[in-house]
């Protein structure tokens, strides 16, 4: 466990570094450290710029991952996330085939998330400084436009906006969408046979970037939908849009659907929140939906076909990453080459539900072992 600072600091500093210098320092103490090859902390002090830089590893590739600004009210949770979405990462880019390993870098944020220039150039600066050996893009808190001033500074950088119309580049989310639109398709196949999404009810939690994006495409399909956000007015808008209802973003899991597609906040598949589904399929983008490692078998357990939050959600970092490696080489790499590729998300997840049957583990729980076995562990 790490030890907590009570009292003030000897040297006059503020608690809050003293902290987490004592957190950074006691990383691999974490219950979330996995033998992570590379935890760093960068101080800044000129910018302000508190950021941990996480690689899991680097079997396949180059760390890869993006940058997540955020504020944390206890730094302790950021370095949990940068263990826990780095190694997320390297599973991910696995699992998806690319030539990459799992990094993450976390910015400490005030709690106005205040982002400044200088913060970007100091940002750049330390990703040139790890030597390659982590690659960022944008993450919650960053955004295309960040990644320009970002690559002013370093060339390890990419999610950089599409030099031209048809060339693959710019905002992740709209790839991921895709990507969860065929695997919900690819669910509704297994479980029910249907080739077809017509009259198909899917439950969308978050109206944002990813959730937005898969109704649009399951709307175009003929799906039904009923949607949810915190932010009301979003989930409206979007209906008005789409035709569908709108529900109160507490009650989107109490929905009695097909599909429930979570695509908001992570650890929302906990106890209260499997025994409440009224669902007999969780498919979505949201990162990190299980709370705890028992949570994919207790859906298992309760007959909800669950497709892994990193196999289904992979489309983003398969866009930047065939971006990056394109600018690497100078060659051209057009959005259809990126949608090839997304095109086999719905394959790997059939593949992932056709071992669970077989073998009575979790689909969480196959996807884990075959990701652990891709990058040596
Ligand atoms: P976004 O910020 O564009 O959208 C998220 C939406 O969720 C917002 O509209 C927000 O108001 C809403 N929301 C937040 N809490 C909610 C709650 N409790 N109930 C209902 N709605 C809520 O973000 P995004 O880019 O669409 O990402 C959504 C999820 O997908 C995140 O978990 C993210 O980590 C994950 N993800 C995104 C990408 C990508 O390329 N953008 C890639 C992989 C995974």
Redesign the pocket.
Known sequence: MVPEVTGSSPVGRPIFHLWLERQVTAFWTEPDFDDHELVELVRHRESGLTAIFAVHSSHLGPGAGGTRFWHYPDPAMAMRDALRLSRGMSYKNAMAGLPMGGGKAVVLADAQRTKTPAMLAALGDAIEALGGRYVTAE??GMTDADMVAIAERTSFVTGLPAKHAGAAGGD??P??ARGVYLGIRAAVAHKFGRESMEGVHVAI???????GGTARLLAADGAKLTL????RE?ADDLARELGGEVVP?EA?MDVECDVFSP????AILDDEGIARLAAPVVAG???NQLALERHGPALAARGILYAPDYVI?A??IIAVTLEYLARQTGEHCGVEQVQAKLDEIPGRLSAIWKDAETTGRSPDQVADAMAQKLIGR
């Open positions: 993450d919650v992740p989310g790839f991921t939690q978050g109206t944002g970037s990813v959730g949810a956000d915190i932010d979003r973003a989107i695509n908001a906040l992570g983008g949201a990162n959600n489309g983003g």
